[in-house]
Nanobody, 114 residues
Framework: VQLVESGGGLVQPGGSLRLSCVAS????????MSWYRQAPGKERELVAAISSVGSSTNYADSVKGRFTVSRDNAKNTVYLQMNTLNPEDTAVYYCKASRIGVYWGQGTQVTVSS
């Protein structure tokens, strides 16, 4: 089982990034996929989640209207489009697969700074 995130980096306030998480080793289309983030000194928090077929999503209040989660089950990939980024979005972003088991990626750093 493997989840590999990519797309993080340094971006200026107001900018955008798109994170990707490619899954392998399990039946991706059967799993709820989520994005979490963890800022220095803070607990890991849920950012967004998407149902197995992509019909349902939910978001943390802090990112509603700015972030969009989507998935492509044919590519075993989940995405997080992040717009209007601000310094408070700086964190390591992780993807998570949930069903009977739970799998985590290794994380990708997002830094929002001028």
């Amino acid at each position: 089982v493997q989840l590999v995130e990519s797309g993080g980096g340094l971006v200026q306030p107001g900018g955008s990034l798109r994170l990707s998480c490619v899954a392998s080793g399990f039946t991706f289309s059967s799993y709820v996929m989520s994005w979490y983030r963890q800022a220095p000194g803070k607990e890991r928090e849920l950012v967004a989640a998407i149902s197995s077929v992509g019909s349902s999503t939910n978001y943390a209040d802090s990112v509603k209207g700015r972030f969009t989660v989507s998935r492509d089950n044919a590519k075993n990939t989940v995405y997080l489009q992040m717009n209007t980024l601000n310094p408070e979005d700086t964190a390591v972003y992780y993807c998570k697969a949930s069903r009977i088991g739970v799998y985590w990626g290794q994380g990708t750093q997002v830094t929002v700074s001028s």
